[in-house]
């Protein structure tokens, strides 16, 4: 009976220490469990999202998901799933939602696709540009600056372009390109389609290139002052005819005709360079890339159109840091992105 009683004792101790044992295992396992991922450059935080756009949303953590809302638009998404409905329409999104310790992480074309979509009243009233030429540099045979990877300048200022061209084309503004595909189109074609058409704003894209590889940053330029040569430019002469055409005035009066262009000359170069400065200020800080100013310059396409023109360096090739980031779509799309809200906030002030 002593013995029977005996292994009953150590029957016990050996459960006891087996299930101590497995707890441990647990705690181990527990706490040798990777943490969820962080996000990553091509994601973004969608309550920092909703606060800037000025977006009410909501989290229902049974059914998992997100109502966003303002005024009387809405839009709703669950987390795991890559699909939105936006009112009454159905958006697919490159990659699903997803939550990572309490935050809920969307994907880079939310913002573009949902967001922007909601907000397209934040800014209601744009006065100032109305008309938009995006003049996407290089094309066709001219690639511009290669990087050391073989990144072509004429492929990155074109995608910026495009995109570019949907975010002002969703708050209202009309917006011509100077090309559209790998076309290669001339200094003076450019300056022309700005002439003929009625735009009240150009801006060129370009990417950067210098001699020492740690050259980096955002620089936008503006026109210098010209001389009485530089303002009878041949092209400025052409460009000049498509813009009389569209006033109503005197014609073939060389007095009234000098007075107006007078005008423009001063106005546009006071603009431009008001732009100019806006820009790099509040682009580089939403870039989050270093500000090199805005400067002067006498490039042709600046000379030669007739309206406030600028032209923006959007990062340097030559840099091998810069040159792999303008190689992601989401860094274009975000220089995209920062360019459209500077404008249309300087339009607004």
């Known amino acids: 009976m002593i013995l029977a009683r005996s292994r009953q004792i150590c029957s016990q101790i050996w459960r006891i220490r087996c299930s101590r044992t497995i707890v441990l295992s647990l705690i181990m396992i527990a706490g040798c469990a990777p943490l969820p991922p962080k996000p990553t450059e091509e994601e973004a935080d969608l309550q920092e999202l909703c606060t800037r756009?000025?977006?009410?949303?909501?989290?229902?953590?049974?059914?998992?998901?997100?109502?966003?809302?303002?005024?009387?638009?809405?839009?709703?998404?669950?987390?795991g799933s890559n699909v939105v409905i936006l009112d009454n329409e159905k958006i697919l999104l490159s990659q699903p939602l997803?939550?990572?310790?309490g935050t809920i992480i969307v994907p880079i074309d939310f913002k573009r696709k949902v967001i922007?979509?909601?907000a397209r009243e934040v800014y209601p009233l744009v006065t100032k540009f109305k008309e938009v030429v995006i003049d996407a540099g290089h094309g066709g045979k001219d690639p511009g600056?290669?990087?050391?990877?073989?990144l072509q300048e004429k492929t990155v200022v074109l995608d910026i372009a495009k995109s570019l061209k949907r975010?002002?084309?969703?708050?209202?503004?009309?917006?011509?390109?100077?090309?559209?595909?790998?076309?290669?189109?001339?200094?003076?074609?450019?300056?022309?389609?700005?002439?003929?058409?009625?735009?009240?704003?150009f801006v060129s894209i370009h990417a950067n290139a210098s001699p020492h590889k740690s050259a980096k940053g955002l620089e936008i330029f503006y026109l210098r002052d010209l001389g009485s040569r530089e303002k009878n430019d041949p092209q400025i002469k052409e460009n000049r005819k498509y813009l009389f055409e569209r006033y109503t005035m005197q014609k073939n009066s060389p007095v009234l005709e000098n007075i107006l262009l007078d005008m423009l000359y001063t106005y546009k170069r006071a603009e431009s360079?008001?732009?100019?400065?806006?820009?790099?200020?509040?682009?580089?800080?939403?870039?989050?890339?270093r500000n090199r100013g805005s400067k002067s310059s006498g490039f042709f396409v600046l000379r030669n159109t007739l309206v406030p023109a600028v032209l923006i360096e959007v990062g340097f090739l030559s840099n091998p840091q810069e040159e792999k980031l303008l190689k992601t779509q989401w860094y274009r799309q975000k220089i995209a992105d920062s360019l459209a809200e500077s404008i249309l906030k300087y339009a607004r002030e």
Not at 98 to 101: A, D, E, I, P, Q
Not at 145 to 150: D, P, Q
Not at 171 to 180: H, L, P
């Open 53 to 79: 756009y000025g977006i009410q949303w909501q989290w229902d953590s049974v059914s998992q998901m997100v109502t966003l809302s303002k005024e009387f638009s809405r839009a709703r998404a669950l987390v």
């Open 98 to 101: 997803r939550r990572v310790r």
């Open 116 to 118: 922007e979509s909601l």
């Open 145 to 150: 600056t290669i990087g050391r990877s073989g």
């Open 167 to 201: 975010n002002l084309e969703q708050k209202g503004i009309k917006v011509i390109m100077t090309r559209d595909r790998d076309d290669f189109i001339s200094l003076e074609k450019r300056t022309e389609i700005a002439s003929r058409s009625r735009a009240n704003l």
């Open 273 to 289: 360079e008001r732009l100019a400065r806006y820009l790099t200020q509040k682009t580089s800080g939403q870039m989050k890339a």
